[in-house]
């Protein structure tokens, strides 16, 4: 399939699930294309913009989803066409197609910038809790994460802080001392998050893994830092993000391989209208599928 798409010269991506499998696949099927008369490329995380623009002009390019994704992302982002490395989209061949488009379907991949940053607010707002009470100055909605400030809660915060107005446009107080209230009586350490090397680190509450690269938005990262006494990092502002969902439901041609793909048929023809087709193994399976226990 690879092959057959490249002949139209408007370039074929392989997409597999980190930089080793890209990089192993390329070397070794590399050969076979060449022979075949294609080039291939190779987008690996430390290339410069020249590099990629070269392998991605070729035949076929050997890429994981997330350098990939965050390329698109970047090419939008770019203030003249020299910046662009990226081709108008032919063919794409997904490897462990299930893993990226159903498991990782929803999951936004952001490029952010950072924004300032007042410290001494999220520092402030974090003190202010402990003269708070529960369902006397805030009630707490757990099945949305939320917190709801009462008009006594209010009151008291304004007292605190010697202000009038804590909505005030000019200068709000109001979403760092919601954020401090959400970082005390929603977020736990040990449950949601950990501190490893005075840092915060989120913890996915599906799968129990530690994800480093993952920041809460809207300053809850920050109130969770203050909360822990910790230094606050600045603000992220989301500059462009798109999920895989979106990203490969742009390719005019889509398709991909798994071991796993026939339990997620009905997804993969709703969603992205691709069929699921079995190929029999070359000699019977001697396996026994037992029910799940």
Same mark, same amino acid.
């Given at each position: 399939?690879?092959?057959?798409n490249?002949?139209?010269?408007?370039?074929?991506?392989?997409?597999?699930?980190?930089?080793?499998?890209a990089?192993?696949?390329?070397?070794?099927?590399?050969?076979?294309?060449?022979?075949?008369?294609f080039?291939?490329?190779?987008?690996?995380d430390?290339?410069?913009k020249?590099?990629?623009?070269k392998?991605?002009?070729?035949? &076929? *390019?050997?890429?994981?989803?997330?350098?990939?994704?965050?390329?698109?992302?970047?090419? +939008?982002?770019?203030?003249? /066409? !020299? =910046?662009?490395?990226?081709r108008p989209?032919?063919?794409?061949?997904?490897?462990?197609?299930?893993s990226?488009?159903?498991?990782?379907?929803?999951t936004?991949l952001?490029?952010?910038?950072n924004?300032?940053?007042?410290?001494?607010?999220?520092?402030?707002a974090?003190? &202010? *809790?402990?003269?708070?009470?529960?369902?006397?100055?805030?009630?707490?909605?757990?099945k +949305?994460?939320n917190?709801? /400030? !009462? =008009?006594?809660?209010?009151?008291?915060?304004?007292?605190?802080?010697?202000?009038?107005?804590?909505?005030?446009p000019?200068?709000?107080?109001?979403?760092?001392?919601i954020?401090?209230?959400?970082?005390?009586?929603?977020?736990?350490?040990?449950?949601?998050?950990?501190?490893?090397?005075?840092?915060?680190?989120i913890?996915?509450?599906?799968?129990?893994?530690?994800?480093?690269?993952?920041?809460?938005?809207?300053g809850?990262?920050?109130?969770?830092?203050?909360?822990?006494?910790?230094s606050?990092?600045?603000?992220?502002?989301t500059?462009a993000?798109i999920?895989?969902?979106?990203?490969?439901?742009?390719?005019?041609?889509?398709?991909?391989?798994?071991?796993?793909?026939k339990?997620?048929?009905?997804?993969?023809?709703k969603?992205?209208n691709?069929?699921?087709?079995?190929?029999?193994?070359?000699?019977p399976?001697?396996?026994?599928?037992?029910?799940?226990l």
């Open positions: 399939p690879a092959c057959l490249a002949l139209t010269g408007q370039g074929v991506h392989i997409v597999t699930v980190n930089n080793y499998l990089s192993r696949d390329q070397l070794s099927m590399g050969q076979i294309y060449r022979l075949l008369g080039d291939t490329g190779l987008i690996q430390n290339m410069s020249i590099e990629r623009k392998n991605y002009n070729t035949d &076929i *390019t050997y890429v994981t989803n997330y350098e990939l994704t965050f390329d698109f992302l970047r090419d +939008n982002m770019a203030l003249n /066409l !020299t =910046d662009v490395v990226l989209f032919n063919y794409c061949i997904i490897d462990e197609i299930d990226i488009l159903i498991d990782e379907a929803q936004p952001i490029i952010s910038d924004v300032e940053t007042p410290v001494d607010k999220y520092i402030i974090s003190e &202010i *809790t402990e003269y708070l009470e529960l369902n006397i100055h805030y009630e707490v909605d757990e +949305n994460k917190i709801v /400030l !009462t =008009d006594e809660g209010s009151r008291q915060i304004e007292k605190i802080l010697r202000i009038q107005d804590l909505y005030d000019r200068d709000p107080w109001i979403p760092y001392v954020n401090a209230i959400k970082a005390n009586a929603l977020f736990f350490n040990n449950v949601h998050y950990i501190v490893q090397k005075n840092r915060i680190v913890v996915d509450e599906f799968t129990g893994r530690i994800m480093p690269d993952r920041r809460w938005g809207e809850l990262h920050q109130a969770i830092e203050a909360k822990e006494k910790l606050i990092r600045p603000r992220t502002e500059q993000s999920t895989y969902q979106n990203f490969f439901l742009m390719y005019p041609k889509l398709s991909g391989m798994t071991g796993t793909g339990t997620s048929e009905i997804e993969f023809e969603i992205y691709l069929i699921v087709e079995v190929i029999p193994t070359y000699r399976t001697k396996r026994l599928d037992l029910p799940d």
